[in-house]
């Protein structure tokens, strides 16, 4: 089946940094690629979407650009703000087994 | 809008008793998915409702049951618990389902003593 891989955290970071977070998939196919932060105690919130390749999603300041070439799918905000602290969770939506396939996700800590 | 509401938010249930989750989808939304959230295995996808009628499954025992009823709320059960169904279990409701926008809950954390 299709699997996701991100960069393993924590990453540390200083107030105002640039952020990137590493994913790339294995996928059959150009599937729907999905990035999610995670507060404490919270579920999932959307962060950005691609659908097909060379799309690029963004919100809040991050972005993310479907790399069809290198099946990546990168995370970059170019000033992080200690609210931007959370877990990230890069995902796909896998067209055959009609799930969304999530990566282990990457924690985030922003320091002022 | 209202978004996801999972009830309870926590549980403690122990070994060998069984319990049923709460998930009322946003208003229009047909679709409502279950995750299941644990350290060690990440986010792993239980089933996925869609007009009371379960499109997909995926790869836990029949210990872990579900349903939808006519206005898209849909509950998820498990029954005999198991110390390592411990979780937080996130439902996720969408317009169609597949690649369309998904809008998770706060989840609701389970303990099995």
């Known amino acids: 089946g299709d699997s996701v891989t991100q960069m393993e955290g924590p990453v540390t970071l200083s107030e105002e940094a640039f952020l990137t977070i590493n994913c790339t998939y294995t996928?059959?196919?150009?599937?729907?690629l999905f990035w999610y932060v995670q507060y404490p105690g919270e579920g999932l919130q959307l962060l950005l979407k691609a659908t097909k390749a060379d799309d690029k999603g963004s919100n809040k300041g991050f972005e993310a650009t479907y790399r069809k070439e290198t099946t990546s799918f990168h995370l970059e905000k170019g000033s992080v703000q200690v609210s931007d602290s959370a877990v990230y969770f890069c995902?796909?939506?896998?067209?055959?087994?009609?799930?969304?396939?999530f990566g282990t996700g990457t924690r985030l800590l922003v320091s002022p | 809008k209202a978004g996801v509401t999972q009830t309870p938010r926590y549980l403690i249930k122990t070994r060998g008793q069984q319990v049923t989750l709460s998930c009322s989808p946003i208003?229009?939304?047909?679709?409502v998915s279950w995750y299941q959230q644990t350290p060690g295995q990440g986010l792993q996808f239980l089933f996925e409702?869609?007009?009371?009628?379960?499109?997909n499954k995926g790869n836990f025992p029949g210990r872990f049951s579900g349903r939808q009823f006519s206005n898209s709320r849909s509950e998820m059960n498990v029954s005999t618990l198991e110390l390592g169904d411990s979780a937080l279990y996130l439902c996720?409701?969408?317009?169609?389902?597949?690649?369309?926008?998904?809008?998770f809950g706060q989840g609701t954390r389970l303990t099995v003593v």
């Open positions: 995902a796909l939506y896998d067209t055959g087994f009609q799930k969304l396939v």
């Open positions: 996928a059959t196919g150009y599937p729907s």
């Open positions: 208003s229009g939304h047909r679709s």
């Open positions: 996720a409701s969408s317009l169609e389902g597949r690649d369309t926008e998904a809008f």
């Open positions: 409702y869609f007009s009371e009628t379960q499109r």
